[in-house]
């Protein structure tokens, strides 16, 4: 929408949370087309997180969430959460800081990545958990 900001801040007030555009629900359709294609990523990207879960819980200081998700929720039982999140930004590999959420201030959300992204997640978490 363009409009003044005085109505566009109306007009949000109405607008449902996680609103989809037109363009999102059209891709959404092209998507649903090519299901076959969607649904071998879906299993790659399954294959991965199952692969990820035990590797990241085999981490000392490190307690993680099962997730059925394309990302895991990460405790860090003695490092500053703050630190390793800057330790795993400085070397590219990008998380969300979910810190300042209730009741994860000791918490990180890291995404599922390729076989590479992972492999380099797990790295850089090992020698900042040492």
Do not use: W
């Amino acid at each position: 929408m363009l409009a003044a900001p005085a109505l566009v801040r109306e007009v949000n007030k109405a607008r449902l949370p996680y609103n989809v555009n037109f363009f999102t629900q059209l891709a959404a359709l092209e998507a649903l087309r090519e299901r076959h294609a969607l649904e071998a990523g879906v299993a790659r990207l399954v294959g991965l997180r199952d692969a990820l879960f035990p590797r990241l819980a085999a981490l000392p200081g490190l307690r993680v969430y099962p997730s059925r998700a394309n990302f895991f929720l990460l405790e860090l039982e003695q490092r500053d959460p703050k630190t390793v999140f800057e330790a795993l930004y400085r070397r590219g590999i990008l998380v969300r800081d979910v810190t300042s959420y209730p009741r994860l201030a000791r918490c990180l959300r890291v995404s599922v990545g390729t076989e590479e992204e992972n492999e380099a997640l797990l790295t850089v978490l090992k020698e900042n958990l040492n």
